[in-house]
């Protein structure tokens, strides 16, 4: 990654021993092959917040209504069923933090505020979306599954 803040020799460390994480951020190695390296299952992985934030369940909604373009807070909270306006403003503010999404304050009145992907948010939001569309085709069948499988321990 070319805009990485971290040094190449840079490492991370806690109780299970010294992660080296950098190179792969800097070489761009698949996600797969860093979990098969245990970097993300280290706690002391900065990626790991983030990927809570983008995976939480508010935040996997809310990065695939911005995919559909820029929207209000209050046309997020009416898309996003069932979201508190605290959730939301929380979400909002982690994706934010983690440059997933840009926050825009209009000056008008009453205030106006537009949210909407960053690219980078952009990517991560498609990915979230093939999660999503392979949840969506599979429902029935996880379902189906779960019904077995109560049937059996019954």
Known sequence: MENSTLDRDEKISDEAGTVDVAPDLVTGQPLSELMR????????????????HLTSRWGVLILLA???GTHRFSELR?????VSEKMLAQTLQQL????MIDRVSLP????????????????????VKTLADWLEVNTPNIMAAKAERLRGTS
Request: proline letters at 8%.
């Open 78 to 82: 009416r898309k996003v069923g069932g």
């Open 96 to 99: 934010e933090g983690d440059c």
């Open 108 to 127: 008008v009145v009453p205030p106006h505020v537009e949210y909407s992907l960053t690219p980078l948010g952009r990517e991560a939001a498609e990915r």
């Open 66 to 68: 911005l995919l559909e």
């Open 37 to 52: 390296r245990g970097a993300l299952f280290s706690v002391a992985c900065p990626s790991r917040e983030i990927l809570n």
